[in-house]
């Protein structure tokens, strides 16, 4: 994996990659200027706070950034989905690319 690459987790994988790129896909939940509340897609919840001039457009978006050492995400790109994304689908593809018994269909 290059530093630029981004692992696709979920919320209770958050802690574990602190300090490295992760996407995350998040249920907005409350907005407080750039900080952001979101419910990940196994139901944890999480802080996110999004570059000044960012905004979100959904109820459902994925972000791309960094898990900080306080297990805050400090996004660098977010992108809006549908408001009817499928957020247990989702945590299902999370949970199979991150099993080691999948490495190979998923590297």
């Known amino acids: ?22 996407i995350v896909m998040g249920e907005v939940i ?30 459902f978006a994925q972000f791309t950034g960094t898990v900080g050492a306080d297990g805050i995400l400090v996004v660098e790109t977010v992108h809006s989905t549908t408001d009817n994304f499928n957020m247990a689908n989702y945590d299902k593809y999370i949970q199979l690319t991150n099993n080691s018994n999948f490495e190979e269909v998923f590297a």
Request: proline share 2%; charged share 30%.
């Open 30 to 59: 409350q907005q407080d200027k750039d900080r952001y509340f979101l419910r990940t897609s196994d139901g944890m919840e999480i802080t996110a706070y999004l570059q000044p001039g960012e905004y979100i457009n959904s109820k």
């Open 1 to 22: 994996m290059t530093d630029m690459e981004a692992v696709r987790i979920n919320g209770r994988m958050l802690n574990s990659y602190k300090g490295r790129r992760v």
